[in-house]
């Protein structure tokens, strides 16, 4: 079974504060995601990653970055974090494909900013 | 503005009770998946569908994808509390990028 791992379930951080959300895959899969969820809206993505350094900005990249120095390991950086980013984190992994591979996901991480 | 946009937003249905959660879009995709998320965890799919027209059955659950490729249904038969969940679709472009429904939340009550 595909596991991916989100280091933290709940995380409180102040605002201003650099914050790390890690997250880690154990299938080899090429492709890796961050998204964020919050009500009525669904999943937005933030940053993806098809191969080990590469990144390509979502849908919603402002006030984040991302790092990929390892296949499994795919990390989501807010560098100086604000109110509006307290949100349900989560990342996903897949095979690389005609986007048609199904994405596996982690159990989310809530970020609550103070 | 979603791209996905899911109907009903909210359901509440009695146990054995049929079901329809639609997902429009003006856009094509190259693949539309569904996927069911439980409070506390990520999301799990349950079918892709690539092909217009094309229906899959699980168990209970039929999903159809439209000729265009454009929209897609679930539909739940004899609907049971373990159907209860948050519901949604997504649809697949070339290399990987998906978009996201705003998502279907059904209460099944027994």
């Known amino acids: 079974d595909v596991k991916v791992t989100q280091s933290s379930r709940y995380l409180v951080k102040r605002t201003g504060e650099k914050v790390f959300l890690e997250c880690v895959q154990d299938m080899d899969h090429e492709n890796m995601f961050w998204y964020r969820q919050d009500p009525g809206l669904g999943l937005r993505l933030i940053y993806f990653?098809?191969?080990?350094?590469?990144?390509e900005k979502g849908d919603i990249p402002e006030g984040y970055s991302v790092s990929r120095e390892k296949k499994e390991r795919f990390s989501l950086i807010l560098e100086s974090a604000s109110t509006n980013q307290t949100s349900m984190y989560l990342c996903a992994s897949s095979l690389l494909g005609q986007g048609n591979q199904p994405q596996h996901f982690g159990d989310g991480t809530r970020l609550s900013i103070l | 503005t979603q791209l996905l946009e899911q109907s009903p937003q909210f359901l509440s249905i009695q146990e054995g009770e049929n079901l329809t959660v639609y997902c429009n879009s003006s856009s094509v995709f190259s693949s539309l998946q569904w996927y069911r998320q439980e409070p506390g965890e990520g999301p799990v799919l349950l079918v892709t569908?690539?092909?217009?027209?094309e229906v899959k059955k699980l168990k209970r659950l039929t999903f159809q994808f439209g000729d265009a490729r454009k929209d897609s249904s679930l539909h739940i038969t004899a609907a049971q509390p373990g159907d209860t969940g948050l519901y949604l679709c997504a649809g697949g472009e070339n290399f990987n990028k998906f978009y996201f429904g705003s998502g279907t939340k059904l209460n099944v009550k027994p």
């Open positions: 569908v690539v092909t217009g027209g």
């Open positions: 990653s098809y191969d080990v350094k590469m990144k």
